[in-house]
């Protein structure tokens, strides 16, 4: 399994800086890729001290907004296939994410009140992401409860709750928005999903959650891999079953939390990468966690760079971006689950 891990781990931390690379060196203000590196190169402690050549606007752009924007794309990116993961892993089902257990969406609303009555700076910068995982954690309850009949979670009507709900929110933060038409721009930009306008100071923000939420989630590698036979065979095999579940849940909805509260709505990141990864590396978790955290930054991180750069000067949202991306692949889940089905039927 360690040799599996480090071959793929590997090849993903290669891809990772390749793309990191790529996302660096273009951008809508046009600079070289001889002054973006060299900025880059100039930044570096042991180059401290030389005078600099290149204009301190362009210095802000590389150091400031476009590094910046990387590292929190793919911070981002992280958290939310982390929690895709933890998701799919407790349900036991590969269509369960943030997004389609509505759990997003309950952080969103959260998220929105304090956005649209001005109160996102109550206590600092840890006002939205700490409203945004607590209707979070009441959403899944909502949704978990909706889902239960007699004493049993059913998988499809476990998403179909997730589904309604989701719509449900989604009204409310419609209707939260309606009633403040000072912050109409704003909350609509951030229900799209965006990057732009955001600064070291929410890099500084998700990577104290993501440095706690992945510790947790590799912890529990190996009991999700045996919740696939089961958590009846899960708890024959040792496993506290409730105590994982709780603590899967609690981590996975907390990194959707502070993710959604900084980049707003973006969906099926949590749904296509840990799928993907199961795909081609197969079920193990105690592999597909850690790789899920590099890969969702990844994907997130090219998703963003085609936001600001497909129509440059112009930038589309993430959201929309992701959803061209996810929408596609979540129907192709739903058909190859229906055909497999059938097959078995």
């Known amino acids: 399994m360690k040799i599996k891990l480090y071959t793929y781990g590997g090849a993903a931390m290669l891809l990772l800086l390749a793309s990191i690379v790529v996302s660096l060196s273009i951008g809508s203000a046009g600079l070289p890729l001889r002054d973006v590196w060299g900025i880059l190169v100039h930044q570096l402690p042991w180059m401290d001290g030389g005078v600099s050549k290149w204009d301190a606007g362009d210095i802000a752009i590389v150091t400031q907004l476009r590094l910046s924007r990387v590292l929190l794309a793919i911070l981002v990116g992280a958290c939310l296939s982390l929690a895709g993961a933890g998701f799919q892993g407790v349900l036991r089902n590969p269509l369960a994410d943030p997004f389609t257990l509505g759990v997003a969406s309950g952080c969103s609303v959260g998220a929105a009140f304090l956005i649209v009555f001005g109160f996102q ?125 709780l603590l899967v849940l609690i981590t996975s909805t907390l990194l959707t939390a502070v993710a959604v509260s900084i980049a707003g709505v973006v969906g099926f990141v949590g749904l296509v990468v840990p799928h993907l990864l199961r795909l081609l590396v197969g079920p193990d978790y105690r592999i597909i966690i850690p790789l899920s955290a590099i890969g969702g930054g990844i994907y997130l991180l090219w998703a963003d760079t085609l936001a600001r750069t497909m129509l440059s000067p112009k930038e589309i949202s993430l959201g929309v971006v992701t959803a061209l991306i996810g929408a596609p692949f979540f129907a192709y889940l739903l058909y190859r689950r229906k055909v497999l089905q059938g097959g078995s039927s």
């Open 121 to 245: 700076t109550v206590i600092g910068i840890w006002s939205v992401p700490l409203v945004a995982f607590i209707t979070g954690i009441i959403t899944l309850l909502i949704v978990f409860t909706l889902s239960r009949a007699r004493g049993s979670m059913n998988v499809e009507t476990l998403i179909l709750s997730g589904v309604i709900v989701q719509a449900f929110l989604g009204a409310i933060v419609s209707f939260m928005v309606s009633l403040s038409q000072g912050v109409v721009n704003e909350i609509m930009f951030w229900l799209m999903g965006s990057l732009s306008a955001r600064s070291w100071e929410h890099v500084k923000l998700i990577l104290p959650f993501l440095l706690v939420g992945f510790p947790v989630l590799i912890r529990y590698g190996q009991p999700l891999n045996l919740f696939v036979f089961g958590e009846r065979h899960a708890a024959q095999m040792g496993i506290n079953v409730e105590r994982t579940k």
